[in-house]
């Protein structure tokens, strides 16, 4: 084995050269602890009772490791908590490490405005009205064959043909509902009057229309050649076969524009949660809580660095006899130390989510309103 100098009680921390990384170098707080937190692991190992083949480097870089998984955690809850607010908003604006975020709906207004392309209430797809020109004695026609011919580029989804016949209830008439009171002449006068006659407007029910509208409609199928088409793939069939040549509206989507709605232009934007722009802690800004956390998981790192030092050399020889390492059971307590670490940080941030904490305010607020029902109310007598 070779000869190394180990733990000797002391540790000098050198800005530039004690960390890997030098994340927090620079911190004259993480200089301070970083010493205190290797005599602490040190104490924690045994010394001086005990060896403890490590250096104080060894101690910086657990520490260092410490403080840089204690920021992720908070900063990958964070992420989780506000990533739809976060997300397509601009990357370059600097850290969010000290920024309180604000929950918006703007991703929120923009995925529904997906459904109102759909449901034809608006959108972010730009609907295009075209014009078929219909021959007499032909029925079927190919509207992809058509955006072919009118320049379009990829396909088109057609939403909308303008051809049926008028609503059944521009057609409704009651001869008996004229009263002669001129009633059905003001509602002409409001533009009500090509919609439902003025009488049945005013005193009978909505149904009693829909009923009507419903028997037009039946009449028209079965009695009537009435206007009708049929779309399949695109592919329109016209009823009744025309007799006249004439025009036909539709409005229709460019199926590249609905395409390229779903993919927007990233380029300086939040667009997955390893470009959101957290970097690490600061450490002097940790509270006391944060940092007993640091202290504890750097100790379980130690430990567990300790352990795969041991677990090189099983046995060590002694006068007369030898000694057997505990690298077992030190790698057990270490590993066993960060998971109960990582999960009570975990529990503690998930307690203090924006749903947790609106959960527990409605609850105070209902007990609260409970337990002042049971406060008497005071009987005044004059």
């Known amino acids: 084995m070779a000869s190394v100098t180990i733990w000797n009680g002391s540790a000098t921390f050198t800005s530039g050269s004690s960390t890997p990384f030098g994340f927090y170098d620079s911190d004259p707080t993480f200089q301070l602890d970083a010493e205190k937190v290797a005599k602490f692991c040190g104490t924690r190992l045994g010394f001086p009772l005990m060896d403890v083949e490590l250096q104080d480097n060894n101690f910086f870089a657990c520490f260092e490791e410490a403080v840089t998984t204690y920021g992720n955690e908070v900063f990958q809850y964070k992420i989780r908590e506000n990533y739809l607010s976060l997300e397509g908003s601009d990357s370059t604006a600097g850290t969010a490490n000290n920024k309180i975020i604000n929950p918006t709906l703007d991703r929120v ?5 997906n459904y109102g392309t759909e449901a034809e209430v608006g959108g972010n797809v730009t609907r295009h009205t075209g014009s078929l020109a219909m021959t007499t004695g032909k029925q079927s026609y190919d509207l992809d064959a058509w955006a072919q011919a009118a320049g379009i580029s990829g396909s088109i989804e057609i939403r909308k043909v303008f051809y049926e016949a008028p609503p059944a209830i521009l057609r409704y008439f009651d001869p008996y509902a004229g009263t002669g009171t ?4 003001m509602m002409d006068a409001f533009d009500f009057g090509s919609f439902s006659p003025g009488v049945n407007f005013l005193l009978m029910p909505a149904s009693f229309d829909l009923l009507k509208v419903q028997a037009i409609e039946f009449n028209d199928q079965i009695r009537r050649s009435t206007y009708s088409f049929e779309l399949v793939n695109n592919k329109l069939k016209i009823f009744p076969i025309p007799k006249a040549n004439s025009n036909l509206r539709f409005e ?3 199926v590249d524009d609905k395409k390229a709605a779903s993919f927007l232009s990233g380029d300086g934007l939040i667009t997955n949660v390893a470009e959101v722009p957290y970097g690490n802690p600061t450490y002097n800004q940790i509270n006391s809580v944060g940092r007993q956390w640091v202290y504890r998981y ?7 660095l300790l352990s795969y030092v ?3 050399y099983q046995t060590v020889p002694v006068p007369g006899s030898e000694a057997t390492l505990n690298q077992a059971d030190l790698l057990t307590d270490a590993r066993s130390e960060k998971e109960s670490l990582l999960t009570n940080l975990r529990e503690m941030l998930d307690q203090t989510s924006r749903q947790s904490q609106l959960e527990r305010k409605a609850n105070e607020g209902e007990n609260l309103s409970k337990t002042l029902k049971e406060v008497p109310m005071t009987i005044f007598i004059g």
Request: aromatic share 10%; net charge positive.
């Open 252 to 254: 229709y989507y460019k």
């Open 310 to 312: 041991r677990g090189k």
């Open 182 to 185: 001129g009633v059905q002449s």
């Open 298 to 304: 750097t100790l379980a790192l130690a430990k567990e």
């Open 109 to 113: 207004v923009n995925i529904s405005k």
